[in-house]
C-alpha cells in the first residue's frame, strides 16, 4: 500500500508542460478514503513531500534552491563564469520571466502544495486515530505554509493555494501581502493546535510545534509585531529543549543540539549543501563574495571554521564550509538543517532592540557573539545596536536559505547595499518575476511584477 500511495503521489508531481492548476486526477487516485485510511500510507505521502523539499523544491541545498540562488542575486556569491550556468543570471541579476529556474521554482512549489492540499483533504475525512490525525494535519498545514512564505519572499503576491480543486485553482488570483500574511498564519495557528501535545520526532526530521512557532515568529516579524516575536521565540529557548552548540563543528551535524527542523537525507547520503558549495580545485565556477568574507571580524570562529579558502600563486578562493561533507559517507552525517536556534536568538534580539529594549537585545546578540569567540557587544544607541544585529544575522545565517536577501528586503535595504556591489541593480528587482507561462494558462494572476 506505501509504494502504491506514493507512486500516485509521485504522479501529481510530474513536472512536465503543465501548469501544476492544470492537474486534474479523478478523485479516486488522491482523494479516496481508502488511501488514506492506512496511518501508514498517509506518512509515507508526507514522508514523500519533505523529499521533495531535500531534493528539488525551492528548500533543497542543491544548485537549484534559493540557498545558492538567492546567495548569487544578493551578496554572498560570486560567478567567475555565467555562461551556462542557470545560477549565472541570478548573478548579474538578468532573471527574465520565461527563465527556466523561475518555472521550476514555482511549479516544484505548487506541485507540493497540491500533494500537501490532497494529505490535508484525506486525512479530515478518514477514520484514522485522533493522535495519528493531529500528527499528520499539523505537519501538512506547516509545510504547506512553509513553501508558501518563501513563495512570498521571492515574488510578493502569490496565490495561496489550499484546495486540489482544479477548476478554482486554475483561476486563483494573487493575495495581496496583508491576505497572504492572514493566510499563512491561519495555516500555522491550525498546525500549532494539531501539534501542541505530539512528542518531537527524535532526529527533528519532522516539523514539531516549535517549528511551528519558529515560522510564526518570522511572520510576526514581517509585520513588526515585537511582542509576538519575542513571546514565541522566547517559549523556544525557554523550553530549554535546544542549546547553542559550543563547537561550531557541531552546528550542522545531524545530532546537532541546536537544530529545531531538519530534512533528512537517505541513509548513507547527506545534505546536498556540502556539494553545492565545496570546490576542491580552482578557479572554481562560484565562491563566497570578497564582501561577505571581509565583513567577518579577525577573530570570528564562524570565519575559521564555517569558511575555506583554496590558493594558488596568484589567487584565492573561499566557499562556504558550514556543511563539510559533499559526498555519501557510510553513515550520514548531516541532514538539511531548516531551522535552528541561533536565528530564535536572533529574530528575539531584533524584537527586543525595535521594542526599546536594547540591553535584552545586546544580551542575545552577545549570546551568539560569544559562541563565535568574539568579545560582547556594549550598550550603544538604538541605531548602532540594530547595526550590529545587521551584522551578526549576516554572518550567523550566510547560505542558508536566502537570510541575507530577505532580510534586507525586510528592512528595505536592498538599493542601500546591493547598488554598491551588483552593477545591474535595480529597485524593482527586490521581487522575482512571475513565471510567463503561468500568466498565460491563468490571467488572474495578471499583472506582471514591477521591471519585467
Not at 523561475?102 to 502544495?113: E, F, G, P, V
Not at 538543517?337 to 530564535?344: I, T
Not at 554572518?395 to 536559505?401: D, T, Y
Request: with cysteine; net charge negative.
Amino acid at each position: 500500500m506505501k509504494k502504491y500511495f506514493i507512486l500516485l503521489i509521485s504522479t501529481v508531481l510530474v513536472y512536465n508542460c503543465e501548469s501544476f492548476t492544470d492537474i486534474n486526477l479523478p478523485d479516486n487516485q488522491l482523494t479516496g478514503k481508502v488511501v488514506f485510511e492506512d496511518v501508514q500510507t498517509a506518512d509515507a505521502a508526507l514522508t514523500h513531500v519533505y523529499t521533495l523539499l531535500f531534493s528539488e523544491t525551492l528548500v533543497t541545498g542543491n544548485q537549484r534552491g534559493i540557498g545558492v540562488l538567492m546567495g548569487a542575486y544578493g551578496d554572498e556569491q560570486t560567478y567567475h563564469t555565467t555562461e551556462g550556468f542557470a545560477q549565472g543570471v541570478f548573478f548579474l541579476n538578468q532573471v527574465a520571466p520565461n527563465d527556466n529556474t523561475i518555472m521550476t521554482l514555482w511549479d516544484k512549489s505548487y506541485h507540493a502544495i497540491y500533494a500537501l492540499n490532497a494529505i490535508i483533504e484525506g486525512v479530515e475525512k478518514s477514520n484514522i486515530t485522533e493522535t495519528d490525525k493531529n500528527k499528520l494535519l499539523g505537519e501538512a498545514y506547516f509545510t504547506r505554509a512553509y513553501i508558501h512564505y518563501f513563495l512570498y519572499g521571492l515574488f510578493d503576491e502569490i496565490p495561496y493555494i489550499t484546495s486540489t480543486d482544479y477548476e478554482l485553482n486554475s483561476k486563483t488570483g494573487k493575495l495581496k501581502p496583508g491576505e497572504l500574511i492572514d493566510a499563512l498564519q491561519n495555516d500555522l495557528e491550525r498546525a500549532a493546535q494539531f501539534l501542541k501535545n505530539v512528542p518531537q520526532h527524535v532526529l527533528k526530521g519532522r516539523p514539531s510545534i516549535d517549528a511551528v512557532k519558529v515560522l510564526q515568529a518570522r511572520t510576526a516579524l514581517l509585520q513588526q509585531d515585537w511582542d509576538s516575536v519575542i513571546r514565541l521565540t522566547s517559549e523556544i529557548i525557554d523550553s530549554n529543549h535546544y542549546s547553542l552548540e559550543t563547537d561550531l563543528n557541531l552546528v550542522f551535524l545531524k545530532e546537532s543540539t541546536e537544530t529545531i527542523w531538519q530534512l533528512m537525507a537517505k541513509a548513507g547520503n547527506n545534505a546536498m549543501e556540502g556539494a553545492s558549495y565545496i570546490f576542491t580545485k580552482i578557479p572554481p565556477v562560484q565562491s563566497m563574495s570578497e564582501s561577505l568574507y571581509n565583513s567577518f571580524e579577525i577573530s570570528d570562529l564562524r570565519k575559521t571554521h564555517w569558511t575555506k579558502t583554496l590558493s594558488n600563486e596568484t589567487q584565492s578562493f573561499t566557499h562556504s564550509f558550514k556543511y563539510k561533507y559533499n559526498q555519501p559517507t557510510g553513515t550520514s552525517m548531516e541532514y538539511s538543517v531548516q531551522l535552528r536556534l541561533a536565528e530564535v536568538y536572533l529574530m528575539r534580539a531584533e524584537a527586543y532592540i525595535q521594542s526599546g529594549q536594547t540591553d535584552m537585545g545586546l544580551d542575545d546578540i552577545n549570546m551568539i557573539r560569544q559562541r563565535a569567540g568574539l568579545e560582547n557587544r556594549m550598550t550603544a544607541s538604538e541605531q548602532t545596536v540594530l547595526q550590529y544585529l545587521i551584522e551578526e544575522r549576516q554572518h550567523e545565517l550566510f547560505s542558508e536559505h536566502g537570510h541575507r536577501f530577505f532580510d534586507l528586503k525586510r528592512w528595505d535595504k536592498l538599493d542601500e547595499v546591493l547598488s554598491n556591489v551588483k552593477p545591474n541593480w535595480q529597485t524593482a528587482y527586490k521581487n522575482l518575476p512571475l513565471p510567463e507561462k503561468e500568466l498565460l494558462l491563468n490571467p488572474n494572476l495578471n499583472p506582471q511584477n514591477n521591471g519585467y
